[in-house]
């Protein structure tokens, strides 16, 4: 059995995981690693990120798990749930109850996801969604990268199964539509320096309103949506390996390559002179 392809059974949980031994990706997305958890009554991790800077989402299929994260109030998850997490939040996970039946995938995503994060989402099983994630699990540990590639594909389209099935279920709410407005002229004026009383106006809402409704919807402020929105932008422009850094800052309306500078390395922990370099692979095998 592979260092990759690992099975555990104690008296605490039922674990299997697969991690990618190199990249896996597709769409602007990453997969770095799958845990396939049946945990028990006594299952209780302190777990912190160890630096990484991924996504995570933890799809609960029956029992009871509660999280804990620096951000905010324990989550506690439910069967046919989803709840989408930054890592560097995590702070503890354990079984509420005999039984918490749950996978978690770690991964990055170089596009605004229009789901909140830290909330739970009721989403009972899609169609082919057990198929799919037996066919993704086996495959991200294979060594050729055009496997890899597919777990990953089939990873983004559950993901985007997700999203549209949110979306679906939040169709009705009278302020979707404005702030969907909103979030399209976000993406369409990169350069323009939005404050949040220019997002309101786009909105016609109430900066108090606005402020409210977007975290409901994204889990996020406006200016921090706005600020992901950019930062994605720039990482897309560099990835080309055309623009400088100098170039891409002018690009999105940042005052200064500096300032632009600076704000990329706290999003990203690297500066953006070094983006095409790193690899964009930073998978952790440990958990």
Not at 152 to 170: D, I, P, S, T
């Amino acid at each position: 059995m592979s260092s990759r392809e690992h099975h555990r059974v104690d008296r605490h949980r039922r674990t299997r995981f697969s991690l990618a031994p190199g990249p896996a990706q597709a769409g602007g997305l990453a997969l770095y690693g799958i845990w396939d958890v049946e945990a028990y009554a006594t299952y209780d991790v302190r777990w912190g990120a160890r630096g990484k800077r991924c996504q995570i989402a933890v799809r609960t299929l029956a029992g009871t798990g509660r999280i804990h994260v620096d951000c905010g109030s324990p989550i506690e998850v439910t069967a046919d749930t989803l709840v989408l997490l930054e890592a560097l939040r995590v702070r503890r996970y354990c079984c509420v109850g005999p039984l918490w039946r749950f996978r978690w995938f770690e991964f990055s995503l170089h596009a605004p996801l229009h789901m909140p994060r830290y909330r739970l989402l009721h989403m009972p099983p899609a169609r082919g969604e057990e198929e799919r994630f037996r066919t993704m699990f086996a495959a991200l540990r294979h060594e050729f990268w055009t496997d890899r590639s597919t777990a990953a594909a089939g990873f983004l389209w559950l993901l985007y199964e997700w999203q549209a099935r949110f979306q679906l279920g939040v169709r009705r709410e009278p302020r979707r539509a404005r702030l969907q407005q909103l979030i399209d002229a976000l993406h369409e004026d990169l350069s323009r320096p939005w404050t949040v009383e220019a997002m309101a106006k786009v909105a016609h809402m109430s900066v108090r309103n606005l402020r409210r409704a977007f975290r409901a919807a994204t889990g996020r402020s406006p200016k921090q949506y706005g600020h992901a929105v950019r930062m994605s932008a720039a990482q897309e422009l560099l990835r080309l390996g055309t623009y400088t850094v100098k170039e891409v800052a002018a690009q999105l309306g940042y005052s200064s390559a500096f300032y632009f500078s600076r704000l990329f390395r706290a999003e990203f922990g690297y500066p953006p002179s070094q983006y095409g370099t790193r690899g964009r692979w930073a998978a952790d095998s440990t958990r």
